[in-house]
C-alpha cells in the first residue's frame, strides 16, 4: 500500500514588514504615478501595483521584489496581494523605481539587472529629489534582450511621454498630447466644470426670466389696447 504523506505548501508572504518608501517625498511620488496609471488604464485588460512583492521563481519564495510601481497588460484588472509570474502568465511591461542616492546600488545595478533577465520591456528610474540623477529621470528599454537608454522620454507600451514636474512624473498621451491629472488636477478641473456649468445653467434662467417678464409686459399692453377698444392683433401685425 503506498502511503499518503502531506505535501508541504509554499507560502508566499505579501509583506516584509519594511517601510512603503524612503522619504515622503518619495512615497507621495509613487502613490501619484500608481494612481493617475490606474486612471488611465481603466478599463482596459491591465493592472497597475505598487510596493507589492512579485515572486519570479515558483517554489522559491525568498526569489522576490517589490518594485515601487509596475504596469502589467493582458491580465486581470483590480489589485492583488502579490504577484506571481508563473500564476499570472505575464511580466511587467513597465516598472517604475523611486530611487535616491542610498537605494542607486539596488536600483541601477541589482534590480536593472533583474529585470532585464525577466523580459520587462521598460524600466524607469526617478530620483524625486535629484540625489543622483541630474535629469530626476532615466529610462532603459529592451532591444535584443539587453537594456538600452531611452532617449526620447517616452514610453512605448503605454503611450505616454513623461516629463519632470517639480517632484513628480508627468505623464502625456502621446497620441493627444493631453496631461494626465494628477487627482489634485482633476479635483480642481471637476470644481472648475461644476461652476461653468452652473454659470451656464443661472444665464439661461436669466434669459428665460428675461423672456418671460418680456412676455408679460407684451400681454399687459394688449390688455391696455383692449381697454381703449383697439385690437393689438390688428395694431401689431
Not at 32 to 53: H, K, S
Not at 169 to 192: H, V
Amino acid at each position: 500500500m503506498t502511503a499518503l504523506w502531506p505535501q508541504a505548501t509554499t507560502t508566499y508572504p505579501s509583506s516584509d514588514g519594511e517601510p512603503v518608501a524612503e522619504t515622503y517625498a518619495h512615497f507621495y511620488a509613487l502613490l501619484i504615478t500608481l494612481e493617475v496609471l490606474r486612471q488611465y488604464l481603466a478599463g482596459r485588460q491591465a493592472t497597475v501595483l505598487a510596493n507589492q512583492f512579485m515572486y519570479y521563481a515558483q517554489g522559491f519564495p525568498k526569489l522576490r521584489v517589490a518594485p515601487d510601481v509596475m504596469v502589467i497588460f493582458e491580465v486581470e484588472p483590480g489589485g492583488r496581494d502579490n504577484y506571481k509570474i508563473w500564476e499570472e502568465g505575464q511580466v511587467p511591461s513597465a516598472i517604475f523605481e523611486m530611487t535616491s542616492a542610498g537605494t542607486r546600488q539596488q536600483d541601477e545595478v541589482e534590480k536593472k539587472t533583474l529585470y532585464e533577465g525577466l523580459g520587462v520591456q521598460e524600466y524607469w528610474l526617478f530620483d524625486p529629489k535629484g540625489e543622483w540623477i541630474a535629469e530626476q529621470l532615466k529610462g532603459y528599454r529592451l532591444r535584443d534582450e539587453v537594456y538600452i537608454p531611452i532617449e526620447d522620454s517616452c514610453s512605448e507600451p503605454l503611450g505616454l511621454r513623461l516629463q519632470i514636474d517639480g517632484g513628480l512624473i508627468a505623464f502625456y498621451r502621446q497620441d493627444t498630447g493631453e496631461k494626465l491629472l494628477i487627482p489634485d488636477e482633476l479635483a480642481a478641473a471637476l470644481r472648475q466644470e461644476a461652476l461653468l456649468r452652473q454659470q451656464a445653467e443661472q444665464r439661461a434662467a436669466a434669459a428665460e426670466r428675461r423672456a418671460s417678464a418680456a412676455e408679460q409686459a407684451l400681454e399687459a399692453f394688449k390688455a391696455q389696447l383692449r381697454d381703449r377698444g383697439i385690437d393689438p392683433e390688428t395694431l401689431l401685425n
